[in-house]
């Protein structure tokens, strides 16, 4: 039999838990945005020198038929659009697959019958899906 002092201290120890989990998630994906933005910038950059030498190394007639304002536009707008899907989508891919693995363990841990009953829908949802989305 519980104490109504005993349920307290449960609703207590289950906000600091809360509270922790949730700072350990933010610090994480403060962490791991940096990372991905410190290796996208760094990606990216090395394809500017790329391009920036093989600009130069191109020969004159290259040059005569293409201005200098269309070759910098190109570089820049390629390699903004190469740095977005580096830093922004593959961060996403990769947050989403941990998010994915770690709430399938939690579900199998509480639950684990009624979890994979659940799960048993989880092929069929996936292939309709993507059916849909070939159409589009």
Do not use: W
Not at 23 to 32: E, S
Not at 44 to 71: C, K, M, V, W
């Amino acid at each position: 039999k519980t104490t109504p002092l005993g349920r307290s201290l449960d609703v207590i120890h289950g906000s600091v838990r809360r509270s922790y989990a949730l700072a350990i998630r933010a610090t994480t994906g403060l962490a791991n945005g940096y990372a991905f933005q410190r290796i996208g910038l760094g990606i990216t950059n090395d394809i500017r020198n790329d391009l920036h030498s093989r600009i130069l190394g191109q020969s004159s007639a290259f040059h005569a038929t293409h201005s200098s304002g269309e070759l910098v536009s190109r570089v820049v707008s390629d390699v903004t659009l190469i740095q977005t899907a580096i830093t922004g989508r593959l961060l996403d891919l990769f947050q989403q697959s941990v998010t994915l693995v770690l709430l399938v363990v939690l579900l199998l841990s509480t639950q684990f019958r009624l979890a994979l009953i659940c799960l048993l829908g989880l092929p069929p949802t996936v292939f309709v899906t993507g059916r849909f989305g070939e159409l589009m």
